[in-house]
């Protein structure tokens, strides 16, 4: 089976390193801060660099052409690996001599690299906000400034079998047992009726080789959304105050439905991540899964199911559907030479973002580049995605430069002893909350 590329704005596996001197450095080199520059910044470049990750080089290259077409000024994509885009720009930032105009940023670093990015308050017009979704422009803010413009997003929606949903011995039988009709899942009490209704064995063997869907133990994002289903404003803390609120009844009745799903799910939930999920849902071991919208345009050729995938916004809980923003964000470093320019190509980006639409990738930003493929065929996935991007508890992760840490230390541990049997959850988020404090402190 073909493994599918898993993109998520959470994931990177490394803790963020030398923040603060990144901020120091970029005060000192600034003179002024955050959106200082040592040299006078040019408008007339001819040539603009700009670091992307993996896929991002493909979203991006449409808008590039064009951009060298319409204004004659070249733009250089530079392809570089998740850890290695985080390193490039961490180095140089710090050392106040950036290589490169613009950078693409995953969410999770904006906090992080802020006191070395330039200020780029005036690309964001009413209008512009207006046709962004909350989430990304509250996560393009930080302190009283914006420092990216969002170039495309993604969110985990609901994916599943059209096939198993649409038979009518199913149709009859789940009707039969729960008392209402099937059909793709709306709330987390549906969701794990149908996840107990398909979990069976389909070949007579003993064996069960079909399960209702996955719990994912090795990647934190999905349970914080689930966080944010539960009703939850402040998602493991606060960052204005570093309160740590990951221990509050939300979050232990997110991660107790979370655990809950157990039962209709694979084993080795412990160790599972984004891609073996993927995997055991195209290889048809899964009837339904919660992934990244993008994934939808990306099903193997070789897929037993590639024609029978259905889509629907996330599914909600008790404080209704929610699901985490993944969002990059073009930015520009507080020192770099052609900072002008580089503001008028992230502008005329943000102007182009239905290009993106059309990519490998097949993300966007805006609200209406999504709506630009209302109706065509093949973008079936864009409605839940918007559907489940303007949920108001779909909110992005806490903006504290910690956070990175945060997973890594603390999240994907404590989610791995979650899903194991006899988990005592209330114990665990307790202890998450001990660990989180030492490092905000």
Known sequence: ????????????????????????????????????????????????????????????????????????????????????????????????????????????????????????????????????????????????????????????????????????????????????????????????????????????????????????????????????QAGEKQMVLDPATNEVTIDDAAHKEALDYYVSLLPYAPSGAAQLDWAGAQNLFYQGNLAMMRFWGHAYRQTPADSPIKDDIGVAPMIAGPGGIAGVPGAWYLSVPATGKNQDAAKKFIQFAYEHNDLSADTSLGLVARKSAFQSKDGVAGFENFPALVDTLEAPQSLPRPATANWQEIVDSVLTPMLQKAVEPGADTAKLLSDAKSQIESIVK
Not at 122 to 142: C, M, N, P, W, Y
Not at 174 to 188: D, N, Q, S, V
């Open 1 to 228: 089976m073909k493994k599918l590329r898993t993109r998520d704005a959470g994931r990177g596996r490394r803790a963020l390193f030398a923040i603060t001197s990144v901020a120091a450095a970029a005060v000192v080199l600034s003179g002024c801060g955050a959106g200082g520059a040592a040299t006078s910044p040019s408008s007339d470049a001819k040539t603009l660099t700009v670091v992307v990750e993996g896929g991002g080089k493909a979203e991006l290259q449409p808008v590039a052409d064009l951009y060298k077409k319409e204004t004659g000024t070249s733009v250089n994509l530079v392809e570089l690996p998740y850890a290695g885009l985080y390193d490039r720009i961490s180095s140089e930032l710090k050392a106040g001599s950036p290589s490169f105009d613009v950078a693409a940023v995953d969410a999770i670093w904006l906090t992080a690299f802020a006191p070395g990015l330039a200020p780029i308050d005036d690309l964001f017009t009413d209008d512009v906000k207006s046709d962004l979704f909350g989430g990304l422009v509250t996560e393009a803010q930080s302190g009283d400034h914006f420092v990216g413009m969002p170039v495309w997003t993604n969110s985990e929606i609901l994916f599943y079998r059209t096939d198993l949903f649409n038979d009518e011995k199913n149709k009859a039988d789940f009707e039969a047992k729960y008392g209402y009709p099937l059909a793709a899942p709306t709330t987390w009490e549906q969701y794990k009726d149908a996840a107990e209704f398909f979990t069976r064995d389909t070949d007579g063997d003993g064996k069960v080789d079909l399960y209702g869907t996955d719990v994912k133990g090795a990647v934190e994002t999905e349970w914080l959304a689930t966080v944010s």
